[in-house]
Structure formats: C-alpha cells, structure tokens
C-alpha cells in the first residue's frame, strides 16, 4: 500500500515536526503544565472579580427561591387536553407518533363507544426520557389534543417517573397551575424579519 501524500508537502517535513512535538523536546516547565493551569486559574479568577464588582450582570440565580422567566414559546412538559366529557381529544391517528424524531410516543387506538368519534387512544404513553422536546408532535396534530406547558421542573428518583401514561397526561395538569407554551404558529410568516433571522 502506498502511502497517501498531500500535493506541495514533503513527509519528512510532517515527521520532523510531529518529532519537535513531543514532550521530550519540550522544556520542562511546559510538560508539567503549569503554563496551562496558571492560564485557566487566570480566566477563572478575573470572572470571579468582574461578578464580585458586578453583581447584577451574574449568570447565575438563586434557584429554587428565584426562578429564571423563559420565553412564551419554551417547550416543557407535554398533556392531553380534554372534551368536556372528560374524554381525551386525542382521535388516535399516529400523526404524533409519526412526526416524532424520537419515536418516544407509543399509541394503541381502541373504537371509541361514541359512534360521532371513530377513534380514541386506549393507551397513550410518552417516554419524557427520549423525548427532545422539539414540538413536532403538537404542529402535527389535527386535533390540537396534545400540547406542551412552560414547565420545566421536571424532577424524578426513577427513570419509570418519566414513563407519561394517558392518565398522567390527561390529569397531572389539574394538580399544577403553569400556562401554556409552545402553540403552532397560524399566521404569516414576515419575510423581512425572516432574512434578518429573527421570527
């Protein structure tokens, strides 16, 4: 097998410095990093002082107690709204399941016993760990019965608290007060804030 060479470079040159480059023919105070360390210990300690000086322009908040305000759009914790029966909205019809990325949505579709409504999702389940919140599932429902809040307090002490069965879905939203997020967009798009890149 011949060797591959990139046009205008001679491989002995590439191996001289491939040679310069190890620590043997570096000084000793280089191999022992200090340089390095002394570099990073300087990034850090001038942040320290600026926030010190400065405290309104820290990054950081002081959760629990101060809780950082997210856009209106912010994608959180998925439910299923509900007819005013109590019924879920959700018709079954996989176009959730379908525009997943993640496939983390599993639906089985069952006869609903009203004869006005085809289809109803015997078992609706969401796997919020494989989730990447991007939203497709809600642009691509017909029926606007999936939805997604401004939740993000998301907390468990097993992976099985983020396995969403239908009823959690359909009612864990009652037991905590937080309004809605992301909601598909419905109007026209303005082409002239598009270009400039911001929607």
Known sequence: MTPVTVKGVNPADVKDV????????????????????????????????????????????????????????????????????????????????????????????????????????VEFVIDGLRCIYCGYCVDACPEDAIAMTRDYEMAGYHREDFIWDKDYLLNWRDRVEREDGYQPYEGEIDKERMSRGRL
């Open 18 to 121: 491939a040679r310069a480059q190890t620590d043997e023919n570096r000084p000793w105070w280089v191999r022992t990093y200090i340089p390095a360390i002394l570099g990073g210990m300087g990034v850090t300690m001038r942040h320290l002082i600026a926030n010190l000086r400065n405290r309104r322009n820290t990054a950081t908040i002081e959760y629990p107690e101060v809780k950082r305000e997210y856009s209106p759009r912010f994608r959180g914790r998925h439910y299923l709204k509900k007819r005013p029966s109590g019924d879920p909205r959700c018709v079954a019809c996989y176009m959730c399941a379908t525009a997943c990325p993640a496939d983390c949505i599993f639906i089985v579709a069952g006869e609903h016993p009203d004869p006005a409504i085809e289809k109803y999702p």
